[in-house]
């Protein structure tokens, strides 16, 4: 008897994307991203919502035509409740609803932040439990503390901007348009990190903070307009500034816990500087470090299909009254 099917949807952001599971093995997901807000400088909340209505039933359409499956294969249906932008969020948890009650199926309700770290177990090699989990992307930056995939307690997080924000600011600042964090990276590979000075912010406990950075960018930009003429330099710097506070944290947090498997999931997770800085940290301490594909590290819906695989494990469905947040209560 072939596993009931899991259709999982992702639009909490400015990706739309749907993955089908059966049981634990991933069958396919695809991702569409929204280009528009490239021309703004940033993502525009009520562009994304439309483009999610229209982009979602034409996914669907190819992801069952590719896969060779119908509607009524599908068991269970998965999608983002929050955190994220709420206008995105209910257009596909909506659709989710609506595919729910159509095929008298169960929902379940997925943490955007919790499915980015379930991300790890879409394809081995898995981290061991327990874990310690860097979490960074463009609207979240913090450092979770997994004991089994659904018990994990925020140990650190940003006190203001998020680490992918401070990078696509500062590409903005640097004229580099949309999103920046990949810019930035490519960029910085033939910089001098040590060429401009900038501050490291060093918080209490494990917590970050980004906007000293930034402001920091901003003056230099003001009193030294010529170090545009100098990106590669610029961005380099500015790329070690950002990076270098998240290593920190995750050292001295690994020491606390006594961890040795380390995550490092979200879109900055695709950042080759960061890849380089986590790897040599796992050489000194003796570290395994695990990074998600690139393809599971930016906003998908392999991912949240896998945290709802666990969450259906434990019987962890979601009454169909719930309605999406934009941001993780603060305990
Ligand atoms: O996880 P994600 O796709 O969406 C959120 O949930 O935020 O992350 C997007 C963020 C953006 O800020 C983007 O600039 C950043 O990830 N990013 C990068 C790189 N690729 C994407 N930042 C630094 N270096 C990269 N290579
Ligand atoms: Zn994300």
Same mark, same amino acid.
């Given at each position: ?134 979490l960074v992307s463009g609207g979240h930056t913090q450092l979770m503390l ?94 070690? #500034? +950002?990076?270098?506070? *998240?290593? @920190?944290?995750? /050292?001295? =947090? &690994? $020491?606390? %816990?006594?961890? !040795? ?7 900055? #997770? +695709?950042?080759?500087? *960061?890849? @380089?800085?986590? /790897?040599? =940290? &796992? $050489?000194? %301490?003796?570290? !395994? ?26 019987? !962890? ?15």
């Amino acid at each position: 008897m072939p596993h009931p099917l899991l259709l999982a949807i992702e639009t909490s952001c400015d990706d739309s994307a749907v993955a089908l599971y059966e049981g634990d093995r991933l069958v396919q997901h695809l991702t569409s991203s929204q280009t528009i807000h490239a021309h703004y400088g940033g993502v525009i909340p009520e562009f994304a919502a439309r483009q999610h209505l229209e982009a979602l039933p034409i996914l669907l359409r190819h992801l069952l035509s590719e896969t060779g499956r119908a509607l009524a294969d599908i068991g269970a249906v998965a999608a983002t409740i929050g955190p994220g932008l709420v206008g995105s969020l209910a257009v596909g948890l909506s659709y989710a609803k609506g595919i729910a009650v159509g095929r008298r199926i169960p929902l379940v309700g997925v943490d955007h932040l919790h499915a980015h770290v379930m991300a790890h177990f879409i394809e081995p090699p898995y981290p061991d439990f327990p874990f310690l989990n860097l979490l960074v992307s463009g609207g979240h930056t913090q450092l979770m503390l997994f004991r089994s995939p659904l018990d994990y307690r925020i140990i650190g997080r940003t006190r203001d901007d998020a680490v992918g924000e401070a990078f696509d600011k500062a590409a903005v600042m640097m004229q580099l348009g949309y999103p920046g964090g990949p810019a930035i990276d490519r960029l910085a590979r033939t910089g001098n990190p040590h060429a401009f000075r900038f501050p490291i912010a060093r918080m209490p406990g494990f917590d970050f903070s980004y906007s000293g950075l930034k402001t920091a960018l901003k003056y230099l930009l003001r009193d030294h307009p010529d170090a545009l003429d100098r990106p590669a330099d610029l961005a380099a710097s500015f790329q070690e #500034a +950002a990076l270098r506070p *998240l290593i @920190q944290n995750l /050292e001295r =947090a &690994a $020491r606390q %816990h006594r961890i !040795r498997h380390i995550g490092i999931a979200g879109g900055v #997770a +695709a950042n080759s500087r *960061l890849r @380089q800085m986590a /790897e040599t =940290a &796992a $050489r000194q %301490h003796g570290w !395994r470090i695990f990074f998600p594909a690139i393809e599971y590290c930016t906003d998908n819906a392999a991912m949240v299909g896998r945290a709802a695989r666990f969450l259906l494990e434990a019987g !962890r469905t979601t009454d169909l009254s719930v309605t999406p947040y934009s941001r993780t209560p603060q305990v």
